[in-house]
């Protein structure tokens, strides 16, 4: 949470100081007109990667495949699009590196092996207390209090 404030702060700072140097190198006009070109551009390509997205996850689908890799590609395409919107050249120039399919591999493979881990270490904070289980493969449960609801037509 922490990082998020401070990330909330730091990069509005950031991106106006990388606009007025690049504005004086460059001259206000070119700036702007660079900054709206680097974001017209940048949509366009985020569209084309997404319908690629879209196209894989859907052959997956088909094939009876999960699509769990296109599924977090088009997450990463999406994260794209959006620092791709918001002005200021050092957030376009992360959206454009992020459509680059190998950077999105390996975000995806950092990814993996961030999530994989917290799975793998986290578990239940509390036991369950007696009467509290509830079976999920449908044998016989501890509780004898809970009555299946009745269907109504």
Aim: charged share 20%; hydrophobic share 50%.
């Amino acid at each position: 949470m922490i990082l998020f404030i401070v990330l909330l702060f730091a990069i509005p700072i950031i991106e106006i100081a990388v606009m007025v140097q690049v504005a004086q190198w460059i001259g206000t006009g070119q700036m702007l007109a660079l900054l709206i070109s680097v974001s017209v551009i940048g949509v366009w390509i985020v569209k084309r990667q997404g319908i690629g997205v879209l196209r894989r996850i859907r052959a997956e689908l088909e094939a009876g495949r999960i699509p769990g890799a296109h599924l977090v590609d088009g997450g990463l395409v999406a994260v794209a699009g959006i620092l791709l919107i918001i002005p200021g050249f050092v957030t376009d120039t992360i959206g454009l590196v992020l459509l680059l399919p190998p950077v999105r591999a390996l975000v995806r493979g950092r990814l993996g092996r961030r999530f994989r881990l917290q799975v793998a270490t986290s578990g239940p904070r509390t036991r369950p207390r007696r009467g509290e289980a509830i079976d999920v493969d449908g044998g016989p449960s501890r509780r004898t209090d809970w009555h299946p609801p009745e269907l109504t037509q």
